[in-house]
Every structure is written in structure tokens, then in C-alpha cells.
T-cell receptor
Framework: GNSVTQMEGPVTLSEEAFLTINCTYTATGYPSLFWYVQYPGEGLQLLLKATKADDKGSNKGFEATYRKETTSFHLEKGSVQVSDSAVYFC?????????FGKGTRLHILP | DGGITQSPKYLFRKEGQNVTLSCEQN?????MYWYRQDPGQGLRLIYYSQIVNDFQKGDIAEGYSVSREKKESFPLTVTSAQKNPTAFYLC?????????????FGQGTRLTVV
């Protein structure tokens, strides 16, 4: 089937720590992969995307690499800030829609 | 500025009443979507539309209805048949059908049924 699985939260880190949020997907073919971010009380915003194997999406210091061999798209950031506190969603494109993971809440402590 | 507008931001209704949530986009996108968000459950797809006058059920369509009479508009009606309607509703659109391009989201409508 088509699904997206991401690590459960909440994830709590200190400022300037290294962040990894794992995401794996099931798919046939070559889906597009996305990371979205949701700040409290708001809709989702696209953070980064990758459309083919080995592509690296990056934005605001966040990175994720499309790994076809492991069907993964893990989100990383070298040094997180308090302002990065939000809920992060991994998603993949299916033939006519986008499927989301359950989201990972991230808390960054000053 | 182009974007997606959902209204209202907060909505209160009595149990048993139908209520319609508005979603308008001026991005000239073909595809539009409605998601429901509940704590700990991520986003669940209610309905989606690939083109005007056509729409498909998502994973949790029961108790909801939609229409797509104009490209710009995709209203969602929460009917009295929806057993647990209190939730945060998100509308989105994307340029192309096919899931290869990203979705753009509105700011959401928080519906509370009392």
C-alpha cells in the first residue's frame, strides 16, 4: 500500500543540538517526497521537497535526502533554534493525492 | 497576493446542524483537497478534486460532502451524520494532479460542535 511512517514525538532538544526526524515510505515507482512544518494554530507550510532518488532538499538549514534503497527521507538540521519548535510532517505524492505521516512535535529548549 | 483562504478561522455549531466551511484559492491550481487534523492522528484526507465538477472520496468521507462548481472554490459541508465533527480542518491545493508538486495550505478552520 501507500503509506508514510515517521518517528513519534514529542522530540525535545536543547538549542544548538543536532536534529534527526526519521521518515520512511512505502511506494511503487518514484514518488515525490516532502517535509511540511506546522506552527501552532496555522496551516502547513512546505519546508523542502525532493522529486527523484538521491535528490537533496534543503531550506532554512534543514536537509533531507531521497534514499530509494532504504525508502527513507529523514529530516536533519545541524543546529536547532527555539524558533524551530513546531510539528513536522513527512509526505509523499501518490498518483492523484498527497499522503501525510502522523507528524512529529519538536520542542527546542533555550 | 496568491494563496488559499479558509473562512472562518473559528466556527461553533450546535449538534445536529449542518455547517459549511469555505475554501478559496487564486493560485489557478487544478487540484484541491480537504484534510481533517486531530491530535496524534496527523492529517486524514476527506475529499479531493482534480478538476471542476469532479471529486473523489478520501479515507474518511462519511458525514461530509463537497462541491467543485468553480476552479477557485471547494467548500466542505459537515453534515449532522458526522459523529465526531469537532476538529481542525485544512484545505489545500496543488498545481498538478498526480502528487508530484507540493500542496499549498490554508490557515485552517477550527470547528467546535457543542
Amino acid at each position: 500500500g501507500n503509506s508514510v511512517t515517521q518517528m513519534e514525538g514529542p522530540v525535545t532538544l536543547s538549542e544548538e543540538a543536532f536534529l534527526t526526524i526519521n521518515c520512511t515510505y512505502t511506494a511503487t515507482g518514484y514518488p515525490s517526497l516532502f517535509w511540511y512544518v506546522q506552527y501552532p494554530g496555522e496551516g502547513l507550510q512546505l519546508l523542502l521537497k525532493a522529486t527523484k532518488a538521491d535528490d537533496k532538499g534543503s531550506n532554512k538549514g534543514f536537509e533531507a535526502t531521497y534514499r530509494k534503497e532504504t525508502t527513507s527521507f529523514h529530516l536533519e538540521k545541524g543546529s536547532v533554534q527555539v524558533s524551530d519548535s513546531a510539528v513536522y510532517f513527512c509526505a509523499r505524492g501518490v498518483s492523484d493525492k498527497i499522503i501525510f505521516g502522523k507528524g512529529t512535535r519538536l520542542h527546542i529548549l533555550p | 497576493d496568491g494563496g488559499i483562504t479558509q473562512s472562518p478561522k473559528y466556527l461553533f455549531r450546535k449538534e445536529g446542524q449542518n455547517v459549511t466551511l469555505s475554501c478559496e484559492q487564486n493560485l489557478n491550481h487544478d487540484a484541491m483537497y480537504w484534510y481533517r487534523q486531530d491530535p496524534g492522528q496527523g492529517l486524514r484526507l476527506i475529499y479531493y478534486s482534480q478538476i471542476v465538477n469532479d471529486f473523489q472520496k478520501g479515507d474518511i468521507a462519511e458525514g461530509y460532502s463537497v462541491s467543485r462548481e468553480k476552479k477557485e472554490s471547494f467548500p466542505l459541508t459537515v453534515t449532522s451524520a458526522q459523529k465526531n465533527p469537532t476538529a481542525f480542518y485544512l484545505c489545500a491545493s496543488s498545481m498538478e494532479v498526480g502528487g508530484r508538486t507540493e500542496a499549498f495550505f490554508g490557515q485552517g478552520t477550527r470547528l467546535t460542535v457543542v
